[in-house]
């Protein structure tokens, strides 16, 4: 499983392509919500719910960092969005915007030295609210709530807690009946968490290739100009998200980073095959497909700045209040 670990933004990409020209492999995959489900359970067996509960004890602050990352800033980057990109992109784009921070946040918080544990309590806090927060959001942009569409919204926040709240309470069942069993199999989780991600990449794109090579034929600067927002939307969240709470400690700021910048991009391609495709054709998917490049390759300057910052400043300093 250390391949999978090592080689994951590799598999990302060539799920990707594989997909896309060759869809025949990817059907057996099309499935995807059970993959993203699996993404969840596994990453659920290494959760340390423990550390996490100590980070509530400043639950205003959460409330702030979950308002800031499932409204504030999805709803800048759809706004500029709107004004850069058709409006199916656009609305791709508010789509996975509004996803929780993804379950690999605590360990790439991790992979960076910056704070697991806040990582892992923001992904908790966004994830248990993304039910009740992202269906009426979008369906605000889409005009379908002021049409009358509650029974639609529904729907989807029920599908969305379904989704994320089944395979983490199985996995911490698990956790908690089984913890030998948990303990002796812990380093596989990661890798099977990598090889469920490159199913849904997979499943996802085979679905939309049609669509997507129609699209890549007619329009290639939309293409290239969809791609290149998808690089400034990690970079601006990976930004806005290290400012969101100038007071904390280096560490905490890059899990903030973290956190407000690696949104659940599979709940984002589970959500829009469900809802919107292929009534927006592919044009709803693409943006959460298209983002692991980015965020695979993020990891990199994160790192390398807060090590900076650590042979400057001792990241263990007391955060101000």
């Keep these: 499983m250390k391949f999978f670990e090592k080689y994951f933004w590799a598999l990302a990409v060539a799920a990707t392509l594989v997909g896309l020209f060759w869809p025949a492999v990817g059907m057996p995959f099309r499935k995807v919500a059970l993959f993203l489900m699996g993404i969840l359970f596994f990453s659920g067996l290494k959760l340390d719910f423990a550390a996490a509960l100590r980070e509530f004890r400043r639950p205003a602050f959460l409330l702030y960092v979950a308002a800031m990352c499932l409204v504030v800033l999805p709803l800048g980057i759809w706004l500029l969005a709107r004004l850069v990109l058709p409006q199916p992109f656009a609305l791709g784009v508010l789509i996975l915007a509004v996803m929780p921070a993804g379950v690999v946040c605590s360990s790439l918080a991790d992979i960076a030295r910056g704070n697991a544990a806040l990582a892992l309590i923001i992904t908790l806090v966004t994830t248990a609210l993304c039910p009740l927060i992202a269906p009426p959001i979008i369906s605000l942009a889409t005009g379908e709530l002021l049409a009358g569409g509650t029974g639609r919204l529904l729907a989807q926040s029920a599908y969305l807690a379904a989704i994320l709240f089944v395979p983490l309470a199985a996995a911490y069942l ?134 900076r910052l650590r042979s400057r400043t001792p990241l263990t300093e007391t955060a101000k209040a």
Excluded: K
């Excluded at 930004?239 to 709470?245: E, K, L, P």
């Excluded at 100038?246 to 899990?255: T, V």
């Design 174 to 307: 698990v956790r908690r009946f089984r913890p030998a069993l948990v303990a002796r199999h812990r380093d596989a989780f990661t890798g099977a968490s990598i090889v469920f991600l490159t199913l849904v990449i997979l499943g996802s794109m085979s679905v939309a290739s049609n669509d997507c090579m129609q699209w890549v034929r007619s329009s290639p600067l939309e293409a290239v100009r969809l791609t290149a927002f998808l690089f400034g939307f990690s970079a601006v969240l990976h930004v806005a998200g290290y400012f969101i709470a100038p007071w904390r400690r280096p560490e905490d700021r890059a899990a903030l980073s973290i956190t407000a910048a690696y949104v659940n991009n599979g709940l984002g391609i589970v959500f829009s095959q469900a809802f919107f495709f292929p009534r927006f054709g592919a044009a709803a998917m693409l943006p959460s497909v298209l983002l692991e490049i980015p965020m695979t390759l993020a990891i990199l300057p994160v790192r390398w700045y807060l090590a």
